[in-house]
């Protein structure tokens, strides 16, 4: 029998745009198969529209169906509903809007250093961290469901699912593992590649990535000569960022993870373009581009995501720090004697360095190491399950993402039954925030239009 989520606390406000936000608070197991062990506090907003005269939402006898965002990651929390243009066009769908921070993030019991210090030493820690992919995420899901949908009528229970990025790759762990739980699901820029291991990801994303340097380069070719002289100066002495931890050269390289994103080649150039100027001017680098530069560069806010970011492609295999192993394959990123003559940066990896120039990841470098060793993971996708699903499926797939491979992502469509794909190249991975009305009147239109 399923877990159902004790319900701790419940708390309405209103807030702009004529919402109705109720906080909530859950008590779920740490690990669903010991129900009577450990637990853990899940945190979400359930968001309705504001009716007037004023009518308590939580008293109405309507079960208004439910949608629950997963956020992408893993790590990040989700924004409060005023911050997300998507909410309004659900609510008027006839939703009411679930944002459920996954556990370790946000207020769902947050992964830090010091809490998970708590756990005990390095092997604890990794052996807790176990306990935070999408297995248990999407058990999370299904215990709140039970326990928010209780006084539901049985035809009433299921839930429709909007799924970001990781939160993509949670909803077809959910359909594999959960379908009675489920009405429809949505995906954006999250259709999971369906692997053992993160190393046929990585080479595709590199090979991704590399095409984004050059087009950031084709765009400023300007910023070649101007980004070799930071990193010069950046190999000559030790810079240290205002909110701690070191700028080397090879945390510099992460801001590639902003070209995956709509303006994110901008965004850099901008960042080059100020760290530039201060070299010219001064000599050294001013404390608000270092804030940026640090910001833009650290995963100290998402241990999370730099712990686990391998792991969550693992089935039955280590992720043996994939992405450290694989960029010897790619001569462009190792800047020292590039032909050329340009600084490549990379994207979405995750790299043992970043374990000892952040002042948070450096506490738990050595439960990250224990993580990359595992080779038990249980198995996150039922392509049999899939194969014969019955629940509505419809995806927006980006031919530019830089972070879901599009080739990989429209495999895994094809290997679940009735999944129907909105494909572009005017969108990028963010298209959610960045595009958020063209890319749901897209999915709306999978959903309520017929194709001949």
């Not at 063209?438 to 999978?446: D, G, H, T």
């Amino acid at each position: 029998m399923a877990t159902i989520a004790n319900l701790v606390s419940k708390r309405l406000h209103y807030v702009p745009g004529r919402l109705a936000v109720t906080e909530l608070f859950f008590d779920v197991p740490v690990d669903h198969s010991r129900p009577d062990g450990a637990s853990l506090r899940l945190f979400g907003r359930s968001v309705r529209r504001r009716e007037y005269p004023s009518v308590d939402p939580e008293k109405e006898d309507k079960p208004t169906p439910y949608l629950v965002y997963l956020q992408g990651g893993p790590g990040s929390g989700c924004s409060p509903p005023q911050e997300l243009s998507w909410v309004g066009t659900m609510l008027d769908k006839g939703y009411q809007v679930l944002l459920l921070d996954q556990r370790g993030t946000g207020q769902s019991s947050p992964i830090t250093a010091a809490t998970l210090n708590l756990q005990g030493n390095a092997i604890k820690q990794a052996e807790y961290l176990r306990m935070f992919r999408a297995d248990s995420i999407v058990r999370d899901c299904e215990a709140v469901r039970y326990c928010l949908t209780a006084a539901y009528p049985t035809d009433k229970k299921e839930w429709s699912i909007l799924g970001q990025s990781f939160g993509g790759f949670c909803a077809v762990t959910y359909l594999s593992k959960f379908p009675e739980g489920l009405r429809e699901v949505f995906i954006t820029g999250g259709l999971p590649p369906l692997v053992k291991g993160p190393d046929p990801i990585y080479m595709r994303t590199y090979e991704k990535v590399l095409e984004r340097n050059e087009a950031f380069y084709n765009k400023f070719p300007e910023d070649g000569p101007k980004v070799n002289r930071i990193v010069k100066n950046l190999r000559e002495r030790e810079v240290r960022l205002p909110g701690g931890g070191v700028l080397t050269p090879a945390r510099f390289q992460q801001l590639g993870l902003g070209f995956g994103m709509k303006g994110g080649i901008d965004y850099v150039h901008e960042l080059i373009l100020r760290a530039d100027t201060d070299l010219e001017i001064f000599g050294f680098l001013t404390t608000p581009t270092l804030a940026r530069l640090g910001s833009a560069t650290t995963m100290d806010n998402t241990i999370l995501y730099a712990v686990l970011h391998e792991s969550i492609y693992c089935q039955g295999q280590a992720s043996n720090w994939s992405a450290d192993r694989l960029i010897s394959k790619f001569d462009h990123f190792h800047n020292e004697g590039n032909e050329s003559g340009q600084f490549f940066f990379t994207g979405e990896m995750i790299y043992r360095h970043m374990f000892t120039s952040s002042p948070e990841l450096i506490q738990v470098k050595e439960a990250a190491d224990i993580v990359a060793t595992y080779d038990d993971w249980p198995d996150l996708y039922d392509e049999e399950q899939l194969a014969k699903n019955e629940v509505p499926v419809y995806a927006a797939t980006f031919i530019d993402d830089m972070y879901v491979h599009y080739q990989l992502a429209t495999e895994t469509a094809q290997k679940i039954k009735g999944c129907k794909q909105f494909i572009t190249n005017t969108m990028y991975h963010n298209a959610i925030r960045a595009d958020s009305e063209a890319v749901m009147k897209q999915l709306f239109a999978l959903r309520d239009d017929t194709i001949d």
